[in-house]
């Protein structure tokens, strides 16, 4: 059974940085799409970021291009956010997603992920 469980929010100034863990379960590593999504309240649940473990591919919203990374390692089946020059308007809550089947075209869409963590809360203040 495939397991996400997510770590590493909290609360942190604008400016400041925060890194979230995936950690995966019950899962070929290799053969996933690994997605972060974030949903703020009242608000639809949006990419962030997504990693290829086969390839290692990366792709990035356009929002958070150049100040989050996502990465991932194999071997400890993690997958990370990491997240820089963060703003107020990246409160949300953060969830990590997989699925083995993703076609390029999807990877953005989070109605093509089979499995999610249960989030963890990320608050920048101003």
């Known amino acids: 059974q495939v397991q996400l469980v997510e770590s590493g929010g909290g609360l942190v100034q604008a400016g400041g940085s925060l890194r979230l863990s995936c950690a995966a379960s019950g899962v070929t590593f290799s053969r996933y799409t690994i997605g972060w999504f974030r949903q703020a309240p009242g608000k639809e649940r949006e990419f962030v970021a997504a990693i290829r473990m086969n390839g290692r591919s990366t792709h990035y919203a356009a929002s958070v291009k150049g100040r989050f990374t996502i990465s991932g390692n194999n071997a400890k089946t993690i997958v990370y956010l990491q997240m820089n020059s963060l703003k107020p308007d990246d409160t949300a809550v953060y969830y990590c997603?997989?699925?083995?089947?993703?076609?390029?075209?999807?990877?953005?869409?989070?109605?093509?992920?089979?499995?999610w963590g249960q989030g963890t809360q990320v608050t920048v203040s101003s």
């Open positions: 997603a997989a699925d083995a089947q993703l076609i390029l075209s999807n990877i953005r869409n989070h109605v093509h992920y089979d499995y």
